[in-house]
């Protein structure tokens, strides 16, 4: 059976990765199409023998005719390629996808399946009126948390149609560290063995037009601001920002938060730690990884779970799914009073451990329970497998 996965880019996308290479193991032809001749899931793809073929669309370009023009050499490419299986992640993706796989497209219909990594696109009520539409064009939505299917449930979309399962996360690789690995994480990254020390980890995002204008959606500003409330009434603490910038204006977006931030109470205790290949470290020292994000579906807070490390985050998309009161703190997006509290909740809970005072609700605990939450729900190995297998029943496998 061939299987062609079309993406907008390959600077990311590698939760794709296990999916690709459990349809490859099966012995099916992957053919992913990135507009990118050379990018990191290129590479990857190259290292497992799966081939890489240079999609004509998206193009880098605003201009309506050069769009449809990539989207017509789209439709010829599928034509050629003459896929059993079509299958698309993100919005732009799904959107260029269906519309070159319409009609006269591949000789046969292929299968089609989206698989949504995200509700970003959904909070916008123009796109999510046209998704009505768009989702009647899938055979399988692959919703990566239940409040996606949710979603996709309340456009008429029938539940058969909705596979739920997350990418997930590697489970053997992130695990909760030992005292000597936090240690020693702490030691090389020049962090303060004693302090209370927060962790967020995410890509600086410039402010969208179509959501949440003018408002990063990871919530940066509001962490920033809130952190700099709770420094003032904290002892020895240090919040550490891991990311860089991401696409066409991030860096500047990060380098002007960088700039705003350091005018606030507390900017001494940030530390800009910048893009990493490796976040396992950050969360080996962390005391509680922090989300608070405006629009998310499962985000940092997976990986930091693996890590019995707990979150502080924002209750929007699947981070309920994730967070509770037994495991974390789920705060109101876009409020920073509300994160302030929660942030000195934590400290106290790490002060009360340096004085060996073991509570019930003690950070230590709240990290096991996360832990545990993240074996039910983000097992990489089983839900890759999972997800392989409902792509291939589309095409009747």
Not at 7 to 26: F, M, R, V
Not at 81 to 100: E, G, I, K, T
Not at 222 to 246: D, I, Q
């Amino acid at each position: 059976m061939r299987i062609v996965t079309v993406l907008k880019t390959g600077n990311g996308c590698l939760w794709t990765i296990p999916i690709l290479t459990a349809l490859a193991d099966d012995g099916h032809e992957v053919v992913v199409l990135l507009p990118e001749e050379d990018s990191p899931l290129a590479r990857r793809c190259a290292e497992r023998g799966i081939r890489v073929v240079r999609s004509p669309a998206p193009v880098p370009s605003r201009s309506p005719l050069r769009q449809a023009a990539g989207v017509w050499q789209l439709r010829t490419l599928l034509r050629d390629l003459d896929p059993d299986v079509l299958h698309y992640h993100l919005y732009a993706s799904a959107v260029l996808a269906r519309f070159a796989s319409l009609g006269r497209g591949p000789t046969r219909r292929p299968a089609r399946v989206h698989m949504v990594a995200g509700p970003l696109y959904l909070e916008n009520r123009l796109i999510e009126l046209v998704e009505r539409w768009f989702a009647r064009a899938d055979d399988l939505v692959v919703c990566s948390s239940g409040h996606l299917r949710e979603r996709y449930l309340a456009l008429g979309v029938r539940p058969d149609r909705l596979p739920t399962a997350s990418y997930g996360v590697d489970l053997v690789s992130f695990v909760p560290p030992g005292d000597d690995a936090r240690a020693k994480a702490r030691a090389e990254l020049g962090l303060d063995p004693s302090a209370f020390v927060a962790v967020c980890v995410a890509y600086f995002y410039p402010p969208k037009r179509l959501v949440h204008r003018g408002q990063g959606i990871k919530g940066h500003e509001v962490l920033l601001e809130a952190w700099s409330r709770f420094t003032e009434r904290s002892g020895p603490a240090t919040l550490v920002l891991v990311g860089g910038g991401h696409g066409p204006g991030g860096d500047a977006y990060r380098d002007r938060l960088r700039d705003w931030a350091a005018g606030l109470s507390g900017a001494a205790s940030v530390v800009w730690a910048g893009p990493a290949q490796d976040v396992r470290p950050f969360y080996a020292a962390a005391d509680v990884s922090v989300s608070p994000s405006l629009s998310e579906n499962y985000g940092a807070v997976a990986e930091a779970s693996a890590c019995a490390v707990p979150s502080i985050a924002s209750a929007v998309g699947g981070l309920p799914e994730l967070v509770g009161d037994h495991n974390g703190w789920l705060v109101p997006p876009g409020d920073p009073a509300a994160l302030t509290v929660a942030l000195r909740a934590a400290f106290d809970l790490h002060q009360a451990a340096l004085r060996g005072e073991t509570g019930e609700n003690g950070l230590a605990r709240r990290g096991r329970a996360a832990r545990a939450r993240a074996e039910q729900l983000l097992d990489q190995e089983k839900n890759r497998r999972y997800i392989a297998d409902a792509i291939l029943g589309a095409a009747g496998s």
